[in-house]
């Protein structure tokens, strides 16, 4: 018995086995900046309306840079650090050799995004607070097994499947977050 859920385009949940299943051409694992990167670059090679899913561990665009100390900045010129052509809001109003704060960093890990969509028509779905388990092929296209992790796990979300076209496997470098070390003005 499957349900169609229309508010979110052509996926489907089946009510027996607490499965929810999705279909799209490209699924990208990592939202780090090599899934960011692999978002731009294969958006220009799908037709208008194709479905990109993107699953993550995080809860948004930017990878390691999300959980890093909040006092971040890019070590190199904040202009060679993008998706392809994708130029930076902040370009034109600071200097090319500006080294990139967090905010401005995880502002343009949102700006690229929301512009590929834009400027190519693809349905993009995210799932935020998803493992990626196993990829297989099935029939010429890849059959995906993700779980939910974390609050997304706690909240009841069930585990996705998703059947794509290509799956391209972004995971970057895999950073553990870095944490401020714990000083004491105590002797």
Do not use: M
């Given at each position: 018995f499957w349900?169609k859920?229309?508010?979110?385009?052509?996926?489907?949940?089946?009510?027996?086995?607490?499965?929810?299943m999705?279909?799209?051409?490209?699924c990208i694992?990592?939202?780090?900046?090599?899934g960011?990167?692999?978002?731009?670059?294969?958006?220009?090679?799908?037709?208008?309306?194709?479905?990109?899913?993107?699953?993550?561990?995080?809860?948004r665009?930017?990878?390691?840079?999300?959980?890093?100390?909040?006092?971040?900045?890019?070590?190199?010129?904040?202009?060679?650090?993008?998706?392809?052509?994708?130029?930076?809001?902040?370009?034109?109003?600071?200097?090319?050799?500006?080294?990139?704060?967090?905010d401005?960093?995880?502002?343009?890990?949102?700006?690229?995004?929301?512009?590929?969509?834009?400027?190519?028509?693809?349905?993009?779905?995210?799932?935020?607070?998803?493992?990626?388990?196993?990829?297989?092929?099935v029939?010429?296209?890849?059959?995906?097994?993700?779980?939910?992790?974390?609050?997304?796990?706690?909240?009841?979300?069930?585990?996705?499947?998703?059947?794509?076209?290509?799956v391209?496997?972004?995971?970057?470098?895999?950073?553990?977050?870095?944490?401020?070390?714990?000083?004491?003005?105590?002797?």
């Open positions: 349900l859920n229309s508010a979110a385009g052509t996926h489907a949940s089946c009510k027996l086995c607490s499965l929810r999705e279909t799209c051409a490209v694992v990592g939202a780090g900046y090599a960011f990167n692999a978002l731009n670059a294969a958006s220009k090679y799908l037709p208008r309306g194709s479905r990109v899913v993107v699953v993550d561990r995080g809860h665009w930017g990878g390691n840079f999300v959980d890093t100390y909040d006092y971040l900045r890019l070590h190199q010129n904040y202009q060679a650090f993008s998706a392809g052509e994708r130029a930076w809001k902040i370009s034109g109003v600071v200097p090319p050799s500006h080294l990139a704060t967090k401005e960093i995880l502002s343009h890990f949102r700006d690229v995004p929301a512009a590929v969509v834009d400027d190519t028509g693809i349905e993009l779905v995210t799932l935020w607070g998803y493992e990626f388990l196993t990829s297989r092929d029939g010429g296209r890849a059959e995906v097994t993700t779980r939910p992790i974390g609050s997304v796990a706690a909240a009841g979300a069930p585990p996705v499947t998703i059947t794509a076209d290509r391209i496997v972004a995971t970057g470098a895999d950073v553990s977050p870095k944490r401020p070390l714990a000083l004491s003005a105590v002797a």
